[in-house]
């Protein structure tokens, strides 16, 4: 790769680690189109297995500035993501046998059903006293075995799905949600890295430096999130959901033509 693609890396990360600390989601959505069309990737299954190890150790790395501020529950987070971890295996193999334009068009249609759960859903700020209900254990892996699953289908990180997820599950407001999500985002994409590593379709330079951006990125993000009204973060999630489901439709939709 050119030395221009290498820093256009650096740019794509800071984006992708942004996208994940303010909103805990979008990694996987973000980065794949920025590495292809952006970055002129141009290797679909290379770019998928690349960014997903990008964005799920920044997702990890991300937990840190949200952890200081009380915003993930690392047992919710686990009891949500063990379950997910099967789902992601069964998921991404049957992903494989799925035409990726077919697999990005229908998720495009999840995506703007669930912008539009979380518009009209009114978040409760417990962050200041929290008074979370009863976790349900079977509801609770239930659904994180489904967002495994789907995470693994489509190639994703998933935090689109895990944000909504905890909060219809564990009883969360939108920056707990967003902070204990960032784990589930790490495991679920660390495991669909390793599935696509084993088939070759990795490449760690453009890893490392989706990693080092993604770092400075997600710093920022975490910071400007901590500092929104949890409504209007709530808004800025749905919005970015709407928008780039808007553009995997129109990128995919000769997928069903």
């Not at 050119?2 to 794509?12: E, T």
């Not at 009380?70 to 099967?86: E, I, M, Q, R, T």
């Not at 209900?133 to 995470?151: C, E, N, Q, R, Y």
Request: overall charge positive; some cysteine; hydrophobic content about 55%.
């Amino acid at each position: 790769m050119s030395s221009l693609q290498l820093l256009l890396s650096l740019v794509a990360g800071f984006i992708v680690g942004f996208s994940l600390g303010l909103i805990g989601g979008g990694g996987s959505i973000l980065a794949i189109p920025l590495l292809i069309y952006f970055v002129g990737f141009d290797h679909p299954h290379l770019a998928i297995g690349t960014t997903a190890l990008a964005v799920g150790v920044n997702a990890y790395l991300n937990l840190i500035p949200h952890a200081r501020k009380g915003h993930v529950d690392l047992k919710v987070g686990a009891l949500f993501s063990l379950p997910g971890v099967v789902g992601v295996l069964v998921g991404s193999e049957l992903g494989l046998l799925t035409p990726g334009t077919k697999l990005l068009f229908i998720f495009a249609i999840l995506m703007i059903v669930i912008a539009a759960y979380m518009l009209k859903r009114k978040c409760i700020d417990t962050s200041v006293n929290p008074q979370k209900k009863d976790l349900d254990l079977k509801k609770l892996t239930g659904i994180g075995a489904l967002v495994g699953f789907a995470s693994g289908y489509f190639g994703i990180g998933g935090g689109f799905l895990i944000v909504p997820g905890l909060i219809f599950s564990a009883g969360f407001n939108i920056i707990q949600a967003v902070g204990t999500s960032l784990f589930a985002v790490g495991t679920f994409g660390v495991v669909t890295a390793a599935r696509y590593a084993i088939s070759g379709d990795l490449n760690l330079t453009i890893s490392l430096l989706f990693i080092i951006g993604g770092v400075v990125g997600g710093w920022a993000g975490a910071h400007f999130s901590s500092k929104m009204p949890k409504r209007t973060l709530t808004r800025v999630f749905a919005v970015i959901i709407i928008v780039v489901a808007i553009y995997m439709l129109y990128m995919n939709a000769s997928a069903f033509l």
